[in-house]
């Protein structure tokens, strides 16, 4: 089968990545994915082998790693463009591990930069983050509102990484680029063969309801009733990672077909444009699946903003994206896919 072009995934079977990876195998992209595994795992590929009927080429390496990134390029001529998904993201870590994240996800972009300059590769689509935001004044909140001083050095690094980004294009790139500020991306692949690993005690809030769904924690710590939102608990806008999968599809296709005409810099909400509070989310997991959530009220969680939900209007018409997926549908998705992990363990 003739394929529409080849693509580099970095962070390849990281969450989002390997989501991607499935969407692009479908669209009719060959996939070169790479990733350090410090986040993931190999076994990922079974799972979009099972899902596609295809295997992406994987290669085991780090992105700052500079002559295996070289070597990656120098073997596949053919890749038109880069997602680059690889990064450290624990906003409480990155706290406590500054200089990893910086080295990590500032040092990686730069290098693959470097790299698509050199095979005059045609375009790189970035993952960056609704927190550049911080708490917007003006709800729903479109890609003009400001950008706020970062919280944590992770979210400092999507901002630092959205400014490299605009400079080299601004000093004459001869690659696009595409910048997407993810909202709260949840849920798993409809076939549950693949979804989210969260390595420990998860940070966030779906994995840590779909375990406590599951019993292995014993309740859901909801931080915060008190804040100045109608049943009082913080609002997100929750964005099924299929639909965000499908969102990178766009963005590559618009890099690389001159007839859509893109600019040489572009940035995209993916968010639904939907704002839905912690208690609101507990009870649509609950009537969605049938399952009990044993939650209790605590404190705030320190950092936290408020409410935040998309505009995702400039992604709708420029990009031709739309979110799908009803909140109920990706909640049981990501339900399926916490049993089926259960039953991996037995
Ligand atoms: P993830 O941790 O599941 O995936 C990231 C992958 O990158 C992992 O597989 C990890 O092993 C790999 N990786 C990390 N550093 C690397 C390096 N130096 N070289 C090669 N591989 C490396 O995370 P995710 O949720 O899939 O997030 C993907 C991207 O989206 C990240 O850039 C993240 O910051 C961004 N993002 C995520 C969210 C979210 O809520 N999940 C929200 C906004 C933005
Ligand atoms: N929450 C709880 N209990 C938990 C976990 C979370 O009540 O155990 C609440 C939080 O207070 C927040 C909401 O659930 O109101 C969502 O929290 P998450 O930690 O799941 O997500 P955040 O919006 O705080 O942050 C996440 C990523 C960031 C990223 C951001 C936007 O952690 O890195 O989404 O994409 F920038």
């Keep these: 089968m003739a394929t529409k072009g080849t693509i580099l995934v970095t962070g390849g079977t990281g969450y989002i990545g390997s989501h991607t990876t499935v969407e692009l195998i479908q669209a009719g992209y060959k996939v070169v994915s790479l990733d350090n595994l410090s986040n993931s795992s190999i076994n990922v590929l079974e799972g979009i082998e099972a899902i596609t009927g295809i295997r992406p080429t994987f290669y085991e390496v780090d992105c700052n790693d500079e002559q295996a990134i070289e070597a990656v390029f120098a073997k596949h001529p053919d890749i038109q463009g880069v997602i680059h998904f690889a990064a450290s993201k624990a906003v409480g870590e990155s706290v406590q591990k500054p200089l990893l994240y910086y080295r990590n996800n500032l040092l990686s972009l730069i290098v693959l930069l470097e790299a698509m300059q050199r095979h005059g590769t045609k375009g790189i689509v970035f993952s960056s983050s609704c927190t550049v935001y911080g708490q917007p004044e003006i709800l729903p909140v ?23 980004l605009r400079d080299a294009v601004y000093a004459g790139a001869s690659y696009k680029v595409i910048r997407l500020r993810y909202f709260n991306p949840i849920g ?35 931080f915060g009733d008190d804040y100045n939102t109608p049943d009082g608990s913080c609002i997100r806008d929750y964005i099924s990672v299929v639909d965000l999968a499908k969102a990178h599809v766009l963005a590559v296709e618009r890099i690389l077909d001159e007839a859509k005409g893109s600019e040489a810099l572009e940035t995209f909400n993916i968010g639904t444009g939907r704002g ?32 935040v939900w998309a505009n995702p209007e400039r992604a709708n018409k420029v990009l031709g994206w739309q979110a799908q997926e009803s909140l109920a549908d990706t909640l049981r998705s990501a339900w399926a896919w916490q049993v089926r992990l259960g039953e991996r363990e037995k």
């Design 142 to 164: 479109t890609e003009d509102a400001p950008i706020q001083v970062a919280l944590s050095p992770y979210g400092n690094t999507k901002q630092i990484n959205e400014e490299i």
């Design 188 to 222: 798993a692949h409809p076939s549950a063969l693949i979804g989210e690993l969260p390595l420990g005690a998860p940070q966030n809030l779906i994995p840590y309801l779909t375990q406590t769904a599951a019993g292995i924690r014993q309740e859901l710590s909801v």
């Design 276 to 307: 839905v509070s912690v208690l609101e989310l507990i009870r649509t997991f609950e009537a969605a699946t049938g399952v009990k959530v044993p939650y209790k009220i605590v404190g705030r969680r320190e950092g936290d903003i408020v409410q």
